[in-house]
């Protein structure tokens, strides 16, 4: 029995194979047109795996380069800002190194001090520096000027306003870079580091440990002058102009006619027709006054203990007797929360003591503080005025290594970030590199494969047409 196949299903076995022919044409053309070997995940499930990987990675490297984009003008900005700083700094600096000269009158110092406040005004203008409504040094609290100008009287001060923490960017997976320096660690005082004093009064620092921020001003006070002079001499108003403390020794050298007091130079003694010789004054080589009358002087040779009794305060209000043998006497100003422990076994004479929590003293109050003390409100002789600024000068220097410290941390994170920019490039590159070979054609091999499956199916639609024109008669044998 000779087996026929039905018209129906000859047309089924024809349409299937154009079918299958005519989608792999469609397929290739598909390929070619797009480029890409991966149109369907049911094309490639690994590639199509591969592939999205590779994409997520390259997002999140774009994401990193935006990063990378938005920061660096944000850091060469905060550069430049600091580098205006430091020429600022520098001019201040020349100008602190010229009112330390001997040479230099009040007048001159005063001209000086003005500079100063000038320069302190300028400084605070670059340290509130901000790229768009972004201030650079504060913090995170980017949103407001974190350094504020006010006065007290004659003196300036600045205070800050801003936070201590930084504003980090991602760029690399698990890398993070700082895209600032709080203001208070390039302007500001991070922390004590010794407690230096004027050196004004002979006062020093005590052994037990003291707490505060920026300068502090001792007071010591010449309450009374004690003792019996000979040769004659007297005290002018009781020893009330004074300014002796602790134990001094008075010479009077008849035969040479000089008065010495202590290691100081020896005052040659005023004729009756000076117009000091009432009020003549003696100094020792700390400076310490004493203030004489010879208008009973009787020219004899005299050797007389002087005792200078006073008292000694940080606040400014409360006052401690001295007896120049502590050796830890604990001062409080509890309105500021400093205490400071000192030694005043050195001490020999009245005045105002600087002292300076040195490393824990802004720029701010050290520029403020040395205008203050060139101006010389308080009318210190010339010599304090020049130990005060040579004070505020050891303080200005650590102040300004920090922001060059700054300017070079800065910079760093500027190369960094620059470098990052580049590699992150790099690596995107690679990574498309990467996704190229899984998802992209060969096209000489796809417009071949075109090409073949044009032809087959050609030969399909011929043989096919064949075999479905065959009629009634080939069955009928």
Known sequence: MTIRPTQTSTFSLVARGLTLNFLKLATAQERVATGKSILRPSDDAVGTARA??????????????????????????????????????????????????????PTDREAIGLQIELILEKLVDVANSKLGDRYLFAGTKTSEAP???????????VDYKGNEERQNISIGFGTEIALNI??????????????????????????SASQGEGFADVELRHDA???????????????????????????????????????????HIPDTTDPDFTDFVVTDENGAELHLDFSAYD????????????SISLDGSTYSPLTFTETDLELLDT??????????????????????????????????SAA???RNGDGLPPSDVVDRVQLRFAEFERNFDRILKGLGTLGAHTERLLSSGDRLES?????????????????????????????????????????????LLNYLR
């Open 52 to 105: 999205m990987s590779m994409r997520r990675q390259i997002g999140q490297l774009s994401r990193f380069r935006d990063s990378v984009d938005a920061g660096q003008p944000v850091l060469e900005t905060s550069t430049s800002a600091l580098e205006e700083a430091s020429g600022i700094l520098s001019e201040a600096r020349s100008l602190l190194v010229t009112a330390m000269s001997g040479s230099m009158n």
């Open 147 to 157: 350094f504020e100008l006010t006065r007290e009287g004659t003196l300036m001060k």
């Open 182 to 207: 709080p203001g208070s660690e390039i302007f500001g005082s991070p922390s004590v580091q010794s407690v230096d004093f004027a050196g004004l009064t002979g006062l020093a620092l005590g052994p």
């Open 225 to 267: 002058t004690v003792g019996a002079l000979g040769s004659g001499l007297a005290l002018v108003s009781g020893g009330a102009l004074d300014t002796v403390l602790g134990a001094h020794t008075l010479v009077v050298d008849s035969g040479a006619n000089t008065v010495t007091l202590d290691g100081g130079l020896p005052h």
């Open 299 to 310: 020219h004899t040779h005299s050797v007389s203990a002087v005792d200078g009794q006073g």
């Open 335 to 368: 309105a500021t929360g400093t205490v400071l422990h000192v030694d005043a076994t050195g001490v020999r004479r009245a005045g105002n003591e600087a002292v300076s929590f040195a490393g824990n003293t802004d720029i701010f109050s050290v520029l403020a």
């Open 372 to 374: 203050h003390d060139l």
């Open 427 to 471: 690596l995107s590159l690679n990574v498309e590199g990467l996704l190229s070979q899984v998802e992209d054609t060969d096209l000489a091999q796809v417009v071949l494969e075109m090409t073949k499956s044009e032809q087959t199916l050609q030969v399909a639609q011929a043989t096919g047409s064949r075999l479905i024109q065959n009629s």
